[in-house]
Nanobody, 124 residues
Framework: QVQLVESGGGSVQAGGSLRLYCSVS????????IGWFRQAPGREREGVSC????????IYARPVRGRFIMSRNNAGDTIVLNMNDLKPEDTATYFC?????????????????YGQGTQVTVSS
């Protein structure tokens, strides 16, 4: 079982920045890739950014490329999502996620565990 606890988020005006944190713990948590997903009201959950342990690459969804940056500490138990130049369409509940070792596309069907989520609201 992997535990994921998000923090950060909140409300900001368009063009502003926010930072999300994910604390990762649990049995064999280092065997999972970690990513961020989001879900807006009335929309399906979508991948935002995922870190691959196999090759060290980070996948970013097209809508956030150049604006969001994902990083982690050396221990790999804290994942940070820096969100810059936020837009109203970024408004959603953001979830930290643990993906199986075969994950390759940062898709919801590759996720084994989700955190409880944290709200991000961007006003125009």
């Amino acid at each position: 079982q992997v535990q994921l606890v998000e923090s950060g988020g909140g409300s900001v005006q368009a063009g502003g920045s926010l930072r999300l944190y994910c604390s990762v713990s649990g049995h064999n948590s280092d065997q999972y890739d970690i990513g961020w997903f989001r879900q807006a009201p009335g929309r399906e959950r979508e991948g935002v950014s995922c870190f691959s342990r196999r090759d060290g690459n980070i996948i970013y969804a097209r809508p956030v490329r150049g604006r969001f940056i994902m990083s982690r500490n050396n221990a790999g138990d804290t994942i940070v999502l820096n969100m810059n130049d936020l837009k109203p369409e970024d408004t959603a509940t953001y979830f930290c996620a643990a993906l199986g070792i075969r994950a390759a596309y940062c898709r919801p069907d590759e996720v084994d565990y989700y955190g409880q989520g944290t709200q991000v609201t961007v006003s125009s």
